[in-house]
């Protein structure tokens, strides 16, 4: 891969977390529920805290991206390193579709029933649906990047 299609890759990666963060900080003081709250009362709801403790996850996926290509740049694909990048980002998206999944199943449990749940339902589906290729991809990326990892050792036993 060429080295200026790396550096853009992480300068897409860079401005998706920034637009993502600027969402999270904004979304909420939007939101209809918060029309006459005070600003702590607006980030103390638990929903909210649930899903800044679950964007986590999210962060550290897209460092670890952005880390992928910087290994990639430097040529460094069959190594250790890029094969533990593609683990942790594996791990951060089944924990963030099990984390929609939970809280798409606690909305359409206990939503109000004047609310209908039905666009979030919705936007759930599809976000566990991409986080669901993620883990797939990464984990079909990590299997080919391992096997040259496990083969390398033993061609520098033999040089």
Not at 7 to 27: E, K, R, S
């Amino acid at each position: 891969m060429k080295k200026n299609a790396t550096i853009f890759l992480q300068v897409v990666i860079i401005i998706i977390g920034i637009t993502a963060l600027g969402i999270m900080i904004w979304f909420p003081l939007t939101e209809g529920r918060a029309v006459n709250l005070d600003l702590f009362s607006i980030y103390a709801d638990p929903f909210i805290i649930y899903g800044y403790v679950v964007s986590i996850a999210f962060f550290v996926a897209l460092h670890q991206a952005f880390k992928l290509f910087g290994y990639i740049r430097q040529n460094k694909l069959s190594s250790p390193s890029s094969v533990k990048a593609l683990r942790i980002i594996k791990y951060c998206a089944i924990i963030l579709s099990v984390s929609i999944v939970m809280a798409v199943l606690y909305i359409t449990i206990f939503h109000n029933k004047d609310d209908d749940p039905a666009g979030f339902v919705a936007i759930g589906i599809l976000a566990t649906f991409i986080s669901i290729i993620i883990v797939t991809m990464a984990t079909v990326f990590e299997r080919t990047l391992q096997n040259p990892v496990d083969i390398k050792p033993d061609n520098d036993l033999t040089v």
